[in-house]
């Protein structure tokens, strides 16, 4: 599968926001469809993450 914006958006915004329940699946996927919140990690945190 090609990667697509949105899905750097999403993981994006719940490893670095506090925001409330937001979809975090496409309509287009099979693991069904379902709500998050951020975690809002730390910028240590986010460095291992994102290493």
């Known amino acids: 599968m090609a990667p697509e914006k949105e899905i750097y958006r999403r993981h994006n915004r719940f ?3 506090f925001d409330e329940k937001f979809a975090y699946s496409t309509h287009s996927s099979r693991q069904g469809r379902w709500w998050i919140d951020g975690v ?10 994102y290493r």
């Open 15 to 17: 490893l670095e926001t």
């Open 40 to 49: 809002d990690l730390p910028e240590d945190g986010l460095r291992k993450v």
